[in-house]
């Protein structure tokens, strides 16, 4: 099945649109069932980017299914995978996202860059103002600068775009299960996708 869509993200620059012709596979994507760490949940992976309007307006069901399943037998973790397509303002948002991970506060992070963006139009590309939002968070800001322009953080986010490059995928936004990829097109609407992601978890089950 072919869907075309467009996907606007929003820069300094205007808007940059991409027009992508995709085929979806069953399976194409070839995730790892389990967890890196071994656990028996399985990785549940959204990619997405934060200028991304369909990623905006999937994001309450994100947190919902999120808070569902934290009260459910822990059957899945959840994975939020960042995209920067090797744009630079979609690389500092990466790098910022990755330095909230890494302090406990990426939940807090992606809500306020959601609202911030999309709510109160700014575009939040540059290092000063996300360094704001960081300490906002209670992060201190030496460590910030220093995790932000980190070896780890920067192989973290080139890791990222080499699993987009790798795998195929240019619809933002993504959320892959079992090797299988579910976007809000193929779930025909943003309420449907984790209904998918649920059948995907719990097929077994049945």
């Known amino acids: 099945m072919f869907n075309k869509l467009r996907v ?3 820069t300094n620059n205007g808007w940059l649109w991409l027009v992508f012709c995709i085929t979806f ?5 070839g995730f790892a069932a389990a967890t890196k760490d071994g656990s028996n949940a399985v ?8 200028m991304c309007h369909a990623c ?3 994001e309450p069901h994100v947190v919902e299914w999120k808070k569902a399943n934290n009260v459910r037998i822990k059957k ?3 994975v939020k995978v960042p995209l920067t397509f090797d744009i630079p303002g979609l690389t500092n948002q990466a790098k910022a ?7 406990g506060k990426a939940d807090s992070f992606s809500d306020l860059m959601f609202e911030k ?10 290092e000063k103002e996300l360094f704001r939002l960081l300490e906002e968070l209670g992060i201190p800001s030496d460590r ?8 780890q953080i920067k192989q973290r986010v080139s890791e990222c775009e080499e699993e987009r490059k790798k795998y195929k995928i240019t619809v933002m936004p993504t959320i892959i299960v079992r090797d299988k990829a579910i976007t809000p097109v193929t779930a025909k609407g943003y309420k449907n996708v984790f209904v998918l992601v649920d059948k995907e978890l719990y097929a077994s089950e049945d």
């Open 8 to 10: 606007g993200i929003k």
């Open 25 to 29: 596979f069953s399976g194409s994507a």
């Open 43 to 50: 990785q549940v992976t959204e990619f997405f980017t934060y």
């Open 56 to 58: 905006h307006r999937l």
């Open 76 to 78: 899945a973790s959840f």
């Open 97 to 103: 996202f990755e330095v909230a991970k890494a302090n």
């Open 117 to 126: 963006i999309h709510s109160r139009g700014q575009y939040m590309e540059e």
């Open 144 to 151: 910030i600068k220093k995790q932000f322009h980190s070896k």
